[in-house]
């Protein structure tokens, strides 16, 4: 249940915008009783807003999944709004921190180390039958500016239950499921695949610093492209993948499968020695950092690829 009563009651809400998300703004907020500083998240109050806010309720609580801390139900002249008030994640973007690395080499552990934090983050999404589906470098926050803070999901703007609470589209329509193709029945698989296929890129950026798929530069993804991933081959190229251990590329190679049936799923993934056994993976120092800083400026092109290959896989009976 929301606070009715404004929430300039409890919070001073500053200027500061921290970010722009799919459904809002983000600012920060400072708390008027313990001065404790805070990110709100301004929704309009729409159907869209309102599933958003009750998923990352109900994910939120878990140690890699940004908190809430309050929702507030209130009205501007006349539109009505929902604001989540969220703990303050201070430390900033994944990639931000990566990239102002400097001397000090990133190593394929510390890779191994933030996957498995991503991982155990989409594990508890999965569990509660929640994907995600929106998994990019941006929605992923660090705690503190420590260089032991936690890593944390957030941004449930395209989150959506899995299991048939929801009606899924064309579940609903009247003909004899029996001769449906599984693919259609079961967009289960396909939301929480979307996921995966995101830790793989994540994954495979961390280990050396550009991602694997370029789409031919400029050529826009064909609009209401199917569910299928345009991949294009992606290759382990040199020098930047000479170094990197079998057991990591063994791995990305089960998460960027292109057919969404076959790809890892978050359980496996979790039993992948490489995850399983991250703090033992090799300290070896990787082009990570420096390859980061040189193609900084692609580096907006590479969100925008990564979002139009994201928004062509939130396959759905809506979409299809
Ligand atoms: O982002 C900061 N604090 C923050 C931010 C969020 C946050 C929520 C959402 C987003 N950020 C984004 C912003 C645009 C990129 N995608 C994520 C869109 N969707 C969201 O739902 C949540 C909690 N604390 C922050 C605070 C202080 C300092 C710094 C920095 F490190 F940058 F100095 C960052």
Redesign the pocket.
């Given at each position: 249940a929301f606070h009715e009563y404004p929430v300039t009651q409890d919070y001073r809400i500053s200027r500061r915008v921290?970010?722009?998300?799919?459904n809002g703004k983000?600012v920060?907020c400072e708390n008027r009783v313990t001065s404790e500083k805070y990110?709100l998240?301004v929704l309009r109050d729409t159907e869209k807003a309102r599933r958003e806010v009750e998923l990352h309720v109900m994910a939120s609580g878990h140690p890699h999944i940004?908190s809430i801390h309050d929702v507030y139900k209130n009205s501007y002249n006349g539109v009505d709004c929902l604001l989540v008030v969220?703990?303050?994640?201070?430390?900033?973007?994944l990639f931000a921190r990566i990239q102002e690395r400097g001397q000090k080499a990133f190593t394929e552990r510390e890779a191994a180390g933030i996957v498995n934090e991503i991982c155990s983050a989409v594990a508890h999404l999965h569990r509660m039958s929640i994907a995600h589906r929106d998994l990019k470098p941006?929605?992923l926050?660090y705690c503190t500016t420590s260089g032991t803070a936690a890593l944390k999901l957030?941004?449930f703007?395209f989150a959506k239950k899995t299991d048939e609470s929801e009606p899924q589209g064309l579940k609903t329509a009247c003909f004899t499921p029996y001769y449906c193709a599984p693919e259609v029945l079961g967009t289960e698989k396909y939301d929480k695949s979307c996921d995966l296929w995101s830790i793989g890129v994540i994954m495979y950026i961390l280990l050396c610093g550009y991602p694997p798929f370029y789409s031919q530069h400029g050529q826009p993804m064909s609009p209401g492209m199917k569910a299928k991933i345009k991949s294009g081959q992606y290759t382990f190229p040199s020098p930047e993948w000479d170094c990197v251990s079998e057991a990591a590329k063994d791995l990305i190679r089960k998460l960027l499968r292109t057919e969404p049936t076959e790809r890892i799923t978050i359980e496996q993934t979790m039993e992948h020695k490489w995850i399983s056994h991250y703090r033992k993976v090799p300290d070896t120092p990787l082009f990570t950092s420096s390859n980061l800083c040189d193609q900084k400026e692609q580096w907006t092109d590479m969100q925008d690829e990564m979002e139009a290959t994201l928004a062509s896989m939130r396959v759905g009976p809506e979409n299809i």
């Open positions: 921290l970010g722009v998300g799919i983000v920060e990110a998240k940004v969220m703990e303050n994640m201070k430390g900033g973007e941006e929605n926050l957030t941004d703007g």
